[in-house]
């Protein structure tokens, strides 16, 4: 009878162990806000933010990075010449607070770039043929010859005239010219 009592009460055991076991794993178990807080809380610590350094300074992440070089180029080079790219950059570059943002950051690099392009005989060759052309020596005459360059050339020479700088140095000529007409008389 012990037996017989034995065999009944251990299916009934196994099956409370079992439901009390599931209970306390689900207790257990965070869902998944807690875990994504946790996470992120690990990682604005000094030892989190150390261990991102460390993986993004070994070699084999270095690696892994320089591989998807060609891969981000050629992502970037497709979306920056379709036909929606350009729309965008052309509505873009149309906004004057961007444009002149856009052309202060490259100002060093352009600068060098033109630096490096005067000193090259073939840049410089195929710039000389370029002004050369007769379209386009008629239209440098044209732009040379229009009333808003006539009105800039006059303000520039006018800001000129007015410096202190120019000033001295007119003086200085014609106080040397004064001078040399002097001793020849």
Known sequence: MRRKSMV??????????????SND???VQPDYDQTKKMVVDILKTDDGKKAIQDVMTSEAMKEKLVMDQKVVADTIQTTLTSDKATDFWKKTFSDPKFA???AKSMKNENKALLKELMNDPEYRTMM???FKEPDIQK??????KSKEYREHLQKVITETIDSPLYKAKIQELLLKAAEEASKKS
């Open 139 to 144: 239209q440098m005459a044209d732009a040379l």
């Open 100 to 102: 002149k943002g856009v």
């Open 128 to 130: 000389i043929e370029v």
């Open 8 to 21: 009944l009460l251990l299916p009934i055991l196994l099956f409370l162990t079992s439901c009390s076991s």
């Open 25 to 27: 794993l689900s207790n």
